[in-house]
């Protein structure tokens, strides 16, 4: 019996995705303990003490099902935010959306343009519901490639999507760029703005991305996740701040009903609320991004400028083999399996001890690729 047949081509040709490796698995596989998880873009100071303490709180009241509205966290968002609780849906993580999103607007043969190297699942779900992804490069000076975009716009179009700042390679639109691509996308399609590390961008960098949103008139999602930054990857909450409440009518359909389980939901309030924890990752973060990324150009790689809690870099060989020669020391990083970036390689930025496990790594794994 095979039941190969029973499933769709857009499916069945799809590669598996290239998640990070769980602490536990990595023990078991390698026979090692991890001395950094530099992997998937966690938090190296995890989850504020007040979604730990709300997450017990709530435990014993498991026997109930959730709040299906989510009535209080998105209270809370809409709070933190400036904005309506009744644009904003929560999902199983903001990756739960984007699949969400795809099934709510794809038609099969729909194009969707984004950008390359990029989060995995921007194309994977779109091919699953047999859209056809256009992927436009970064330049190799990592500029954002807002002209190519642009040029890609001038063909029918249902959606527009891409991070900011970019997963795997770390470069933030720039506002200009960002209202001139706005004012290139198709009549009727769909902006997606994929905001996973904004808390991590520079003052510089930061701007009302949400208003100029509104201002272009397209339907659009803001994407927004507590894995990163508030460290809360494990709990599984993202969610979406929408150009309109009917948007948002569209994607409860197609998400599941109880996205957000009772404990997620008590952690995410609580972390929202403090303040001073994600102000210090995010400080940790940027001092040792800089730190790390000396690192790596003293050792003569190539580094793309990040503004995220990662760097991306390129790799002395494949990035596969450099990859599992660091995982035999212990130092888990993400390999890119995208091409034409088979020796890039995307590095966590984590706390001191961990990156500097890293960078004390290198060194035997080049000797050991000679
Ligand atoms: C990590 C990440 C997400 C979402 O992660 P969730 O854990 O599903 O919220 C979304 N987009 C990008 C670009 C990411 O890197």
């Known amino acids: 019996m095979s039941s190969q047949p029973l499933i769709r081509p857009e499916v069945a040709g799809l590669p598996d ?6 602490l536990d698995r990595f023990r078991s596989v390698y026979g090692i303990d991890a001395v950094a998880k530099l992997d998937s873009n966690e938090s190296p100071l995890g989850p504020s003490p007040a979604a730990v303490q709300a997450i017990r709180d709530a435990a014993a009241g498991v026997g109930r099902y959730p709040d299906a509205s989510d009535e209080a966290l998105r209270q809370g968002i809409g709070q933190a935010n400036g904005v309506d609780p009744d644009t904003v849906i929560l999902g199983n993580g903001s990756e739960d959306l984007i699949g969400a999103i795809y099934r709510a607007v794809l038609r099969p043969g729909d194009r ?3 950008i390359c190297p990029s989060f995995g699942l921007h194309e994977f779900g779109a091919r699953a519901c047999g859209a056809v992804v256009d992927k436009v490069s970064f330049p190799p000076d990592w500029r954002f490639p807002a002209d190519a975009l642009i040029a890609a716009l001038a063909q029918p179009a249902r959606i527009l999507i891409f ?7 770390g470069p933030a639109v720039p506002q200009a760029d960002f209202a001139q691509l706005l004012a290139a996308v198709p009549q009727g399609a769909l902006v997606v703005f994929d905001e996973a590390y904004r808390e991590y961008l520079s003052d510089d960098l930061a ?21 990163k930054a508030y460290g809360l990857a494990g709990a599984r909450v993202g969610y979406g701040i929408c150009s309109d409440a009917e948007l948002v009518r569209a994607l409860r359909k197609t998400r599941n009903p109880f996205a957000i389980n009772a404990l997620a939901g008590a952690a995410a309030l609580a972390a929202l609320q403090d303040t001073g924890h994600l102000a210090r990752v995010v400080a940790l973060t940027t001092s040792e991004r800089n730190r790390v990324a000396q690192g790596l150009r003293a050792t003569g790689y190539e580094v793309a400028p990040s503004h995220g809690n990662f760097l991306f870099f390129r ?4 990035a596969a083999d450099f990859a599992e020669a660091l995982r035999r020391q212990g130092v888990l990083i993400k390999a890119w399996q995208e091409e034409p970036f088979l020796d890039w390689a ?13 960078l004390a790594a290198i060194p035997a794994v080049r000797s050991g690729a000679r």
Do not use: K, Q
């Not at 995705?17 to 769980?22: D, H, P, S």
């Not at 509104?214 to 996740?225: D, I, K």
């Open 315 to 318: 790799t002395p060989d494949r």
């Open 163 to 169: 991070s900011s700042p970019s997963n795997p390679a």
């Open 112 to 114: 969707v343009v984004t």
């Open 17 to 22: 995705y290239n998640a990070g490796l769980a």
């Open 346 to 358: 995307r590095v966590t930025i984590a706390n001191r001890s961990e990156n500097d496990a890293f």
């Open 207 to 227: 701007f009302d991305a949400l208003a100029m949103l509104r201002e272009a008139g397209h339907p659009w999602v803001s994407l927004r996740t507590l894995s």
